[in-house]
Nanobody, 125 residues
Framework: QVQLVESGGGLVQPGGSLRLSCAAS????????MAWFRQAPGKEREFGAF????????HYADSVKGRFTISRDNAKNTMSLQMNSLKPEDTAIYYC??????????????????WGQGTQVTVSS
């Protein structure tokens, strides 16, 4: 079993940047495909970005493509999400997630086995 802890959230102005981190413990992160999801008030949790076990392949939701970059450092057991050109509609709680299903691209929340507690991102002037 792996434990995940997110950090790096906060308040940022529109057009600004934030970098989220996800630290893993309990098991090596290289055993899992990873993703970032987000949930805005009153809305369902939605997929944001995905990265394969080794980090060679990524996939993004259309809403964040070109602005967000997912990466991982398996040696440090961490995953990151660089968020640029932030918009008010990016305001949400951001969660990192790990999946034991390591083949293919995973964008459904039900495909993920472990979740962090979330970190709040607020984009507002």
């Amino acid at each position: 079993q792996v434990q995940l802890v997110e950090s790096g959230g906060g308040l940022v102005q529109p057009g600004g940047s934030l970098r989220l981190s996800c630290a893993a413990s309990g098991r090596t992160l290289s055993d899992y495909a990873m993703a970032w999801f987000r949930q805005a008030p009153g809305k369902e949790r939605e997929f944001g970005a995905f990265i394969t076990r080794g980090g060679a392949n990524t996939h993004y939701a259309d809403s964040v493509k070109g602005r967000f970059t997912i990466s991982r450092d398996n040696a440090k057991n961490t995953m990151s999400l660089q968020m640029n050109s932030l918009k008010p509609e990016d305001t949400a709680i951001y969660y990192c997630a790990a999946s034991r299903r390591t083949s293919g691209t995973r964008i459904l929340a039900d495909e993920y086995d472990y979740w962090g507690q979330g970190t709040q991102v607020t984009v507002s002037s």
